[in-house]
């Protein structure tokens, strides 16, 4: 496998009022990032939704698109407005089944905003752990200040499969995120991090454990901060990584490709 995949991006959003920052270019075309992702040797992408409406371009994009693939997902920041409309679930759940879904996320717990209710993150992200099982799907986790009861969640929701996506974190959480057998998202944070902590966690991930991502539009990795991230860019991304961990780029790709293709069944 000599070509990248993108674990993580939201261009399902791209002329789509859904997201703010991908309109600050009204000319932007999906076509077009696609095609400049394919030069980059790009050529398989995950979009992955935030909430139903969201979720359902995702969908609805992958069945346009050979090599993009879809993430249904209410993100934590999106738990309170779930839970106030009884026929979002009943949405979200008629996604599936659907080949083109490989995974469930992004979803899990963020208390650094904490734009949700604690209550209502928990409750979201327990129900979207039971529809991944029942649908025998990876699921994408976004954690941010809340490993704690993330960890007690994990525990008692297992056997799950999964990446941490834009994973940031301790050594002592990467151990254990491997423990449980979690692939981890490493995006264009890596290039732009001054934590001597946070770099040297990016050199600790096991190699087969590791998947890239963009987030885009977010976290432009360097040189190109400032401007709108594309997935693309995860070829930047995948060379810094080769540098700081003094491996050859062509393995990285081919290892990370395939970590990726296990873990979303491609």
Request: glycine content about 2%.
């Given at each position: ?13 791209i002329q789509n ?10 000319t932007?075309t999906i076509?077009?990032?696609i ?5 980059n ?12 409406a969201?979720s359902?371009?995702?969908v ?8 993009i693939?879809?993430?249904?997902g209410?993100?934590p ?10 026929l ?9 089944p ?8 992004e ?8 734009i949700?209710?604690?209550q209502?993150q928990l ?7 039971v529809?991944?099982k ?6 994408i ?17 297992m056997?799950?499969t999964g990446?941490i ?6 050594k002592?959480?990467?151990?254990k995120?491997?423990d ?5 998202g ?8 001054k ?8 050199k ?5 454990s590791l998947?890239v ?9 360097v040189?190109?901060?400032g401007r ?30 395939l970590?990726a293709?296990?873990l979303f069944?491609?």
């Open positions: 496998m000599n070509y990248l995949i993108d674990t993580h991006c939201h261009i399902q959003s009022s859904l997201s703010e920052l991908w309109l600050k270019d009204p932007l076509a077009d990032v095609k400049r992702a394919n030069k040797r790009v050529k398989t992408l995950i979009a992955v939704g935030c909430n139903v969201d359902r371009l995702a609805n994009l992958a069945k346009n698109y050979p090599n693939f879809a993430s249904i209410i993100h920041h999106e738990a309170d407005d779930f839970l106030k409309d009884v979002l679930k009943a949405e979200f759940e008629k996604f599936l659907d080949q083109n879904i490989k995974a469930i996320g979803c899990g717990l963020d208390y650094y905003y904490n949700s209710t604690k209502a409750e979201v992200f327990k129900y979207q752990l529809v991944a029942k649908y025998n799907l990876p699921v986790f976004h954690v941010r200040d809340a490993f704690d009861d993330f960890w007690s969640i994990i525990k008692q929701s056997p799950l990446v996506h834009s994973f940031t974190d301790s002592k959480n990467l151990f995120a491997l449980y057998g979690f692939k981890i490493v995006n264009g944070i890596a290039t732009f991090t934590n001597i902590e946070q770099i040297e966690m990016y600790s991930i096991p190699l087969d998947v991502e963009t987030d885009s539009p977010y976290l432009t990795p040189p190109l901060r709108l991230n594309e997935p693309s860019n995860v070829l930047i991304i995948t060379e810094f990584l080769a540098t700081l961990r003094n491996e050859s780029i062509e393995e990285l790709i081919y290892q990370t490709t970590s293709m296990k069944k491609l």
